[in-house]
């Protein structure tokens, strides 16, 4: 279709395969253009490293050869339990020089729990990332019991688990900065040292910074089996003294829009996909999820 600048309509109708044998036709006479994509930065999850995520930088790069890719090497395996301020700060600085040289933007794909970490690097740095694809991350806590939890804390369940990390000797594990116990909300409130404080809009850089994300994606789904509330993917959350499921928008983070998430929103920039049938282990290696949900906004 032709647009006319003057009156602001369309003037014609073109053939599909008229418009791609123009296109065609640009390249034939113009073999100097090469298409280039925008570098991607990948974090892989808790309990894991960077070979996890081989596969899914594969998937990137076959989709757009010649892709930048930086794979984040770092806080592999029993290290993902280290607290995530060190984690956040330890990331950042690996990927700093990657997405300074990238002028016209970075995508960030991060996983699980790394999620989390890539969201406050967002919120607590001016960072000129374009995209960043929350892949089945805790984004609104964590409050449910798995494997994880079971070996570290094998004499604990979801119901009292409270008790080993809402206090100091608690906050040094991970799991415990964004364990959000639905009945004890004052003892998260109180001793949680990392989730409150990038959702409660204390600091104002925090907000400001995020809302230099151009698009936001948040991917999850109801048979996960891991994040629970599965909902926490897409910043939903329990009821306080419940496990009745509030959606994002009924989150007082967002009514309160204390770090940008419902500005993003109104601004059409937060897409938010919902799959059955996926397990948590296998988010990143699943070829349906990154062709629907993924590579559109990589393109």
Not at 120 to 142: D, K, M, R
Not at 183 to 188: A, C, G, N, P, T
Not at 238 to 264: H, W
Request: charged share 15%; proline share 5%; glycine share 8%.
């Amino acid at each position: 279709t032709t647009f006319n600048f003057f009156s602001g309509r369309s003037e014609m109708k073109m053939e599909p395969q008229m418009a791609l044998y123009g296109l065609l036709l640009v390249f034939l006479c113009h073999p100097g253009i090469v298409i280039t994509y925008r570098p991607v930065v990948v974090l892989h999850g808790i309990v894991a490293s960077d070979a996890s995520m081989a596969g899914f930088v594969n998937y990137i790069q076959t989709a757009h050869p010649g892709t930048q890719v930086l794979n984040v090497d770092g806080y592999n395996d029993l290290l993902s339990f280290v607290p995530m301020w060190d984690q956040m700060k330890g990331v950042q600085a690996k990927i700093k020089s990657f997405v300074d040289d990238s002028p016209d933007g970075v995508h960030m794909i991060c996983y699980s729990q790394g999620g989390l970490t890539c969201r406050a690097i967002l919120q607590s740095f001016q960072t000129n990332i374009h995209t960043f694809v929350s892949l089945s991350s805790p984004q609104a806590g964590q409050y449910g019991d798995t494997d994880y939890l079971n070996f570290l804390f094998p004499n604990f369940t979801k119901e009292n688990l409270y008790l080993a990390l809402y206090n100091d000797l608690g906050q040094d594990v991970s799991v415990g900065n964004y364990w959000n116990d639905p009945y004890h909300q004052d003892l998260y409130y109180k001793h949680c040292n990392y989730l409150p404080l990038l959702n409660n809009g204390t600091n104002p850089a925090y907000k400001t910074n995020f809302l230099n994300v151009k698009q936001l994606v948040l991917i999850g789904g109801p048979d996960d089996g891991v994040i629970t509330p599965w909902e926490s993917s897409q910043f939903g959350f329990y009821e306080d003294n419940s496990q009745t499921v509030a959606d994002m928008k009924s989150q007082n983070f967002y009514t309160k829009d204390s770090f940008g998430l419902r500005t993003l929103d109104m601004e059409g920039k937060v897409a938010r996909y919902t799959i059955p049938g996926v397990v948590h282990t296998n988010w990143h290696q699943n070829q349906s999820v990154f062709d629907c949900c993924i590579k559109p906004w990589l393109d």
